[in-house]
């Protein structure tokens, strides 16, 4: 039963956070992308009901918010993990191999093209065409931190002492 009420309790205060958005937007529909963005901010993703609720709020097509969210690759549809790690993919990176990184980060994680995010929300892996850092190729960042030169070995370490951490933390 307190488990429940707990949910409940989560429920109204992600539902009155979506509304204090819309409000620091005047409830402007002209105002979507970045209504968007701080929801995408707050939670990761853009969650089916956030959604469906900016929907309501602002009178919108529920289709019409998913066009938009959908049309920016910024936005996404699924969770994401706490810490993020982009790794670059471009012409310089590739060729300096950063396929081993990604290989590297998939085993040590148990991902694949299919699922970039770990099962505990630590994780996700993004592949980007481009960092604008191709002098320090093969490039990775990882939660806004640029690590150039990046080696396999050097990318599970990063990994390490982010889970290190986490278990410290907890």
Known sequence: MQETIEKTQEMIDHENAIKQILANNNNDPSRLIPILQQIQEMDKYLSKE???????ELDVPVSHIYGVAT???????????KHIIRLCDGTACHVKKSHGILNKLYSKLGLSDENRTTKDLLFTIEIVS?????????????????????????????????????????
């Open 71 to 81: 049309f920016y690759a910024h936005f996404s549809l699924n969770p994401k993990g």
């Open 50 to 56: 956030a959604i469906e609720q900016v929907a309501v």
């Open 130 to 170: 481009c960092l604008g850092a191709c002098g320090l190729a093969p490039v990775m960042v990882l939660d806004e931190h640029v690590h150039g030169q990046c080696t396999p070995e050097k990318a599970e370490a990063l990994i390490d002492e982010i889970i290190a951490n986490e278990k410290a933390a907890n």
